[in-house]
């Protein structure tokens, strides 16, 4: 049986205890890093578009080593590298899947993402597994679980507007901790499917 929402929450701020210095610093490092290229215009575009997918590769494994009580490091944001390619092209089919299904409608669209978004934990934990095969196992892993993801998510978008009320301050606390009750969500589903 799937852990509830509240509870993966409670968990996550558990994982950040004594790390929330570490983890901002590492996630205010990992925005700058790919907001930086969207600032060259066009060139930028593309920087930024290059760059997600390691990035986002790099912080899927950072958040995944803070829940499971490993050794986690700023340098980590940049493992994602070491698998350019896989990250790269995981990232540009997953934009084009939900770019397609948008064009459906938004709903199909919100749909596919939510499908896709357990894809850079997947290769996190099994980097040598091709784009597509990562995306497929992301699927598999969401069928009838998207509305549990929808929920939380909905409690990060309340979170989110407080946050505006701290003139934005409060989004440094927010983001790590949105990351890494992500990474409990996709633990407890990889539990969750293995005791199936």
Known sequence: MLTENSVLMRKAQDALKGKWLLA????LLYGLLVSAGGTLKVPGSVIS?????PFALGIAGFSLNMIRGRYAGVEQL??????????LGTYL???LFVCLWSLLLVIPG?????SYAMTFYILADEPTL?????IELSQAMMMGHKW????LCLRFFLLALLCILTFGIGFLWLIPFAHVTMAEFYEDLKYSRLLQ
């Open 148 to 151: 549990k993801l929808f929920r």
């Open 78 to 87: 940049f493992q994602g590298f070491n698998y350019f390619v896989t990250a």
């Open 130 to 134: 091709k784009a597509g095969k990562a």
């Open 110 to 114: 919100i749909v596919a993402a939510f």
């Open 24 to 27: 901002i610093g590492t996630f």
């Open 49 to 53: 578009l290059i760059i997600a997918g």
């Open 93 to 95: 089919l997953m934009v």
